[in-house]
């Protein structure tokens, strides 16, 4: 019950940020349908694209009419992208986040989609991600999922907010947390009065995300990536 209070009771990230003392910007470090970043020229805008948090959706309202939107990024790379060019900065820049605990459920569930899919044979795209051979393509439990060194080192790395905030060489403008993906979205000068479509969404599930969590799973994501959580107002 604390857990899913905690994921609502999140107010203003920017503000929350500056009052632990979080620089988003001061940072220099290491990085299917892809996800790259997204450049707006009107509004001058670019969206960074952590997975697992409204992505598909912000991606398919900033690639349309009226905003344009083009993709960052190049085909070698991993999908959700995070890079950054000296003429980046004059762009406003947003990213999307959610909760790391709410996250981590959601990509168990699509893994285990994806292997369900690959052994029924309905997969179109080679079965060639990490998770595949980890679990010999098997569907592991969540903590299975969660205590496998592959995952926790994507857990330091691309999984990390921190990890594409690093990349952006400029303090970031505005937070966009999936769990109040419309109302946040809206607060970005240019995005007053958009309707964010919602896509790839997850399947209902009878099970609350909270009960996938006992308190050593709790203690080891909090040790393991603590810049996920209270800097960013979770």
Known sequence: AELETAVCNV????????????NCGSYSGPTTQLSFMIICEEPKLIYVAPMKTGSSSI?????????????FGEARYRQHYTGWESWMEPYRVFVSIRHPFTMYVSLWKFICRQVDLHRAGKLNQAATAWWF???????????EFICH??????????????????????????FVRQERLQEDIRLIPGLESVDVPRNNVSPKDSIPWHAYYDEELVNRLLRQSPGNYRALGY
């Open 11 to 22: 107010t203003s990230l920017v503000e929350v940020a500056t009052a632990v003392g979080y």
């Open 59 to 71: 991606r398919d309202l900033l690639l349309k009419e009226p905003f344009n939107g083009r993709e």
């Open 133 to 143: 051979k980890a679990f010999n393509e098997e569907n592991p439990t969540f903590p």
């Open 149 to 174: 060194g592959r995952m926790r080192r994507e857990m330091r790395q691309f999984l990390s907010y921190q990890h594409h905030i690093r990349k952006i060489k400029k303090p970031i403008d505005h």
